[in-house]
């Protein structure tokens, strides 16, 4: 099958990999340029819909910043180096590092936009299975661990995340999230804001219960502040009313869930009035909201990073779902839903580390003692584990597609602490903040240089849709792609020399395990293939998926080759119950109230009495950015200062804190000066900073983010905090001081 034929006219259709709205574009190409860019309305998704960051896709393909070549570092310098002698250096760091420290001594971090890419949401798993490394750090742990760990207990699978059906519920309540800055996320949805409207015209509603009155609240039906950290105690008190008026139905799932009497034992104390003072809700809004909830038609409760990202991430998190069981919104149209991707990913196999039994604090690190959970330790104990001597200080880090310099909470003592390594090896297309401490920086392809074919954020898509799009630019003879890169670098880390690597060998050796584990036979299928790869691969997911052909099996079933025939995209449906389906517990039910979760009540209780001494700051998204990326791109970050510190008018006016003056921010991890903005969005007593900025380091070669640095809110982050229930960091609730910096 040749997938890399341009179409006619030479307009190119493609999936912008940036997010989960997953957006078609239209690409009209001269020669080696976009010339013209627009949304394909008749995308089978997306519709026409597109944020302004996959406008300017053609412009980040054309970044001279953007690294096209390895770099080695030599001294303070860098120099390119070809892909032949960049590989040798990663030989001998991580050789050297093998030899002297032992395999304990290397460890990797994996970055956010590793999902989004092609090749390396493929391929992350072989570079872990290659590498054996013991410890591997994730921006997990800064985003959405706690969902992960809420869905393992309650459902059996850490990555079968339950998404909202937004394009038919009548009710959506949306906790911590900001679909439009974020465009969705554990949620894939186009055009979220246009779902809003559209539940408002067939006689619905749509409330956001935020510290922030945000572009979603605007446009929502109803804002509902709350005081950050709390969300947990607000939800309890939505189960107690649920109980206490008799409005909890667990319809035809009653058969199938535990934890019903524990839930409302545990609600029974947190009633709206007793949790009315700490939330800053009122009581009678609480009792209401609950009583919507349960009337609706039907209602979807959604709660995204506010939730995660605190001090009750694990605990928000699952009471968010069990929300949704309680009035029998959950498994079934306009409620929470689980996704029926068409390419299976390689997230949703079960993962063998599980095969015998789920148990958490199999290991813990050196330094802080924190035990691991689903595998994954705080990202913040990275610094001390790199700066701390002794047996089993990380002496080698391989990043992949990260930037733990500015998103890793307590950033400063990670700046500080990536300099002492003997050894780093970043898999990036930018010499960024952290990137800038490698000693060999190997870059992957640009988006529009390699094909695309989303299937992990699927699992949590609002329809079976799937778009495949081929490359439109060829890349540079010669160059590798990323999950070469991935593979080479897994077996280096792995103990294996260069020599030893036979790339075609091991993914072969790769597919026929996956291909096995979806019940086909490698050995038939292998010789149908002409390449290797991801697209390889993609195929096989797409055959052995519920929609696929399954080689011959299921005539008329979906194939990659179907895709390419459809470059609009192919669409099976709405979502279908599958809860019964995946549900993979050891009691085969729904855990509603998992014990490691519900140890959790007491500390929420003392909450309730913990009185709050300062402002609390929380973070916040902007829609032309993302995370600490796409900063280098003049379109989207020309206009007025974004990076700036929003506090209410009551908090503002008894401090002196006067629209565009610089204040000083100081909490117990550190202090940054940044210009305020006064607005009332802030609810009184919280004050909030974008995440993802901070570009003023020497040694960056980001020249237009230079120019728009702004400050980096992780310095602000505690290391130390974390949701004890699944190691995620607490970046939302900080207490801090704020003062005019004069
Ligand atoms: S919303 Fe924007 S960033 Fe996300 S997929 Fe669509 S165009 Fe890309």
Redesign the pocket.
């Given at each position: 099958m040749d997938t890399t034929t341009p179409a006619a006219r030479d307009v190119r259709y493609r999936t912008?990999p940036?997010?989960e709205?997953?957006?078609g574009l239209e690409l009209e190409i001269e020669g080696d340029r976009v010339v013209r860019l627009r949304p394909d309305d008749a995308d089978v998704w997306s519709k026409g819909y597109?944020?302004p960051?996959?406008a300017i896709l053609p412009q980040l393909h054309a970044d001279p910043d953007r690294l096209r070549a390895p770099l080695i570092r030599d001294g303070e310098a860098w120099r390119e180096a070809t892909w032949d002698e960049a590989f040798r250096r990663c030989a001998e760091l991580l050789g050297g590092v093998l030899a002297r420290h032992g395999k304990t001594a290397i460890s990797a971090y994996i970055g956010n936009p590793t999902a989004h890419n092609f090749s390396l949401a493929r391929y992350v798993g072989l570079f872990m299975g290659l590498s054996q490394l013991p410890v591997i750090y994730s921006a997990g742990t800064v985003d959405q661990w706690p969902k992960n760990v809420s869905c393992m207990l309650m459902y059996g699978h850490m990555w079968w995340i339950p998404t909202p059906d937004v394009q038919r519920t009548q009710y959506w309540m949306i906790l911590g999230g900001n679909p439009q800055a974020s465009?969705g996320s554990l949620l894939a949805c186009?055009d979220l804001l246009g779902e809003i409207d559209r539940i408002r015209a067939r006689g619905g509603k749509t409330v956001v219960v935020d510290p922030r009155r945000t572009g979603t609240a605007d446009r929502a039906d109803e804002w509902v502040a709350i005081v950050p950290g709390t969300d947990a105690a607000f939800l309890l008190a939505i189960c107690n009313v649920l109980f206490a008026e008799s409005l909890v139905r667990l319809g035809d799932l009653a058969d199938v869930v535990n934890g019903v009497d524990e839930i409302r034992a545990a609600a029974s104390d947190f009633t709206p009035e007793r949790v009315a003072a700490t939330c800053r809700i009122p009581a009678d809004t609480i009792r209401r909201l609950a009583r919507e909830i349960a009337a609706a038609p039907s209602a979807a409760v959604y709660g995204r990073i506010g939730l995660c990202n605190q001090e009750f991430g694990t605990l928000a998190s699952a009471l968010v779902d069990v929300v949704n069981f309680l009035t029998g919104n959950f498994d079934r149209p306009g409620g929470l839903m689980f996704g029926k991707p068409i390419a299976w990913s390689v997230n949703s196999l079960p993962n063998p580390e599980f095969a015998s039994g789920l148990e958490f604090g199999r290991w813990k690190t050196r330094v802080r003692g924190a035990a691991e959970i689903l595998g994954q330790a705080p990202l913040s104990c990275m610094a001390e584990e790199i700066a701390t001597p002794g047996e089993g200080q990380i002496k080698a880090l391989i990043t992949i597609a990260g930037n733990p310099a500015i998103s890793a909470p307590d950033a400063g003592r990670l700046d500080e602490a990536l300099p002492q390594l003997e050894c780093m090896i970043s898999v990036d297309n930018y010499l960024n903040e952290t990137t800038r401490h490698a000693h060999v920086i190997l870059p992957g392809l640009s988006p529009l240089e390699q094909p695309h074919f989303d299937d992990l954020i699927t699992m949590w898509a609002v329809r079976s849709a799937g778009n495949y799009s081929a490359p439109v630019f060829p890349p540079v003879p010669g160059r590798p792609a990323e999950w070469e890169i991935l593979l080479k670098l897994g077996a280096l880390a792995g103990g294996m020399t260069l020599e030893q690597i036979d790339v075609g060998a091991i993914d072969d050796g790769y597919f026929a395990a996956l291909a096995m584990a979806q019940g086909v036979d490698a050995a038939t299928i292998l010789p149908l293939y002409e390449g290797r790869g991801p697209e390889r691969l993609l195929d096989l997911q797409i055959r052995s998926g519920p929609f696929g052909d399954r080689y011959g099996e299921r005539p008329g079933g979906l194939t990659l080759q179907s895709f390419v025939d459809a470059p609009h995209g192919i669409d099976m449906g709405p979502l279908v119950p599958r809860l019964r389906e995946l549900l993979a517990t050891p009691s085969g039910k729904v855990e509603l109230a998992h014990g490691h979760v519900m140890a959790d009540v007491p500390r929420l209780r003392a909450r309730l009495d913990r009185p709050v001494q300062r402002l609390l700051l929380v973070s916040r998204r902007h829609l032309r950015s993302n995370n600490s990326w796409m900063h280098n791109l003049e379109p989207l970050v020309r206009g007025r200062d974004r990076c700036t510190l929003l506090v209410h008018p009551d908090d503002a006016r008894p401090r002196s804190l006067a629209d565009g003056a610089l204040a000083r921010v100081t909490s117990e991890a550190g202090t940054i000066l940044v210009p305020v903005r006064v607005s009332d969005e802030m609810m009184p007593g919280v004050v909030s900073l974008p995440h993802g900025w901070g570009h003023d380091k020497d040694g960056i070669r980001l020249g237009v983010a230079r120019r728009h640095a702004g400050v980096n809110s992780n310095i602000l982050s505690p290391g130390r905090l974390v949701d004890p229930l699944s190691n995620n960091a607490v970046v939302n609730g900080i207490e801090v001081e704020v003062a005019p910096a004069g």
């Amino acid at each position: 099958m040749d997938t890399t034929t341009p179409a006619a006219r030479d307009v190119r259709y493609r999936t912008c990999p940036l997010c989960e709205a997953m957006c078609g574009l239209e690409l009209e190409i001269e020669g080696d340029r976009v010339v013209r860019l627009r949304p394909d309305d008749a995308d089978v998704w997306s519709k026409g819909y597109v944020c302004p960051k996959g406008a300017i896709l053609p412009q980040l393909h054309a970044d001279p910043d953007r690294l096209r070549a390895p770099l080695i570092r030599d001294g303070e310098a860098w120099r390119e180096a070809t892909w032949d002698e960049a590989f040798r250096r990663c030989a001998e760091l991580l050789g050297g590092v093998l030899a002297r420290h032992g395999k304990t001594a290397i460890s990797a971090y994996i970055g956010n936009p590793t999902a989004h890419n092609f090749s390396l949401a493929r391929y992350v798993g072989l570079f872990m299975g290659l590498s054996q490394l013991p410890v591997i750090y994730s921006a997990g742990t800064v985003d959405q661990w706690p969902k992960n760990v809420s869905c393992m207990l309650m459902y059996g699978h850490m990555w079968w995340i339950p998404t909202p059906d937004v394009q038919r519920t009548q009710y959506w309540m949306i906790l911590g999230g900001n679909p439009q800055a974020s465009q969705g996320s554990l949620l894939a949805c186009p055009d979220l804001l246009g779902e809003i409207d559209r539940i408002r015209a067939r006689g619905g509603k749509t409330v956001v219960v935020d510290p922030r009155r945000t572009g979603t609240a605007d446009r929502a039906d109803e804002w509902v502040a709350i005081v950050p950290g709390t969300d947990a105690a607000f939800l309890l008190a939505i189960c107690n009313v649920l109980f206490a008026e008799s409005l909890v139905r667990l319809g035809d799932l009653a058969d199938v869930v535990n934890g019903v009497d524990e839930i409302r034992a545990a609600a029974s104390d947190f009633t709206p009035e007793r949790v009315a003072a700490t939330c800053r809700i009122p009581a009678d809004t609480i009792r209401r909201l609950a009583r919507e909830i349960a009337a609706a038609p039907s209602a979807a409760v959604y709660g995204r990073i506010g939730l995660c990202n605190q001090e009750f991430g694990t605990l928000a998190s699952a009471l968010v779902d069990v929300v949704n069981f309680l009035t029998g919104n959950f498994d079934r149209p306009g409620g929470l839903m689980f996704g029926k991707p068409i390419a299976w990913s390689v997230n949703s196999l079960p993962n063998p580390e599980f095969a015998s039994g789920l148990e958490f604090g199999r290991w813990k690190t050196r330094v802080r003692g924190a035990a691991e959970i689903l595998g994954q330790a705080p990202l913040s104990c990275m610094a001390e584990e790199i700066a701390t001597p002794g047996e089993g200080q990380i002496k080698a880090l391989i990043t992949i597609a990260g930037n733990p310099a500015i998103s890793a909470p307590d950033a400063g003592r990670l700046d500080e602490a990536l300099p002492q390594l003997e050894c780093m090896i970043s898999v990036d297309n930018y010499l960024n903040e952290t990137t800038r401490h490698a000693h060999v920086i190997l870059p992957g392809l640009s988006p529009l240089e390699q094909p695309h074919f989303d299937d992990l954020i699927t699992m949590w898509a609002v329809r079976s849709a799937g778009n495949y799009s081929a490359p439109v630019f060829p890349p540079v003879p010669g160059r590798p792609a990323e999950w070469e890169i991935l593979l080479k670098l897994g077996a280096l880390a792995g103990g294996m020399t260069l020599e030893q690597i036979d790339v075609g060998a091991i993914d072969d050796g790769y597919f026929a395990a996956l291909a096995m584990a979806q019940g086909v036979d490698a050995a038939t299928i292998l010789p149908l293939y002409e390449g290797r790869g991801p697209e390889r691969l993609l195929d096989l997911q797409i055959r052995s998926g519920p929609f696929g052909d399954r080689y011959g099996e299921r005539p008329g079933g979906l194939t990659l080759q179907s895709f390419v025939d459809a470059p609009h995209g192919i669409d099976m449906g709405p979502l279908v119950p599958r809860l019964r389906e995946l549900l993979a517990t050891p009691s085969g039910k729904v855990e509603l109230a998992h014990g490691h979760v519900m140890a959790d009540v007491p500390r929420l209780r003392a909450r309730l009495d913990r009185p709050v001494q300062r402002l609390l700051l929380v973070s916040r998204r902007h829609l032309r950015s993302n995370n600490s990326w796409m900063h280098n791109l003049e379109p989207l970050v020309r206009g007025r200062d974004r990076c700036t510190l929003l506090v209410h008018p009551d908090d503002a006016r008894p401090r002196s804190l006067a629209d565009g003056a610089l204040a000083r921010v100081t909490s117990e991890a550190g202090t940054i000066l940044v210009p305020v903005r006064v607005s009332d969005e802030m609810m009184p007593g919280v004050v909030s900073l974008p995440h993802g900025w901070g570009h003023d380091k020497d040694g960056i070669r980001l020249g237009v983010a230079r120019r728009h640095a702004g400050v980096n809110s992780n310095i602000l982050s505690p290391g130390r905090l974390v949701d004890p229930l699944s190691n995620n960091a607490v970046v939302n609730g900080i207490e801090v001081e704020v003062a005019p910096a004069g």
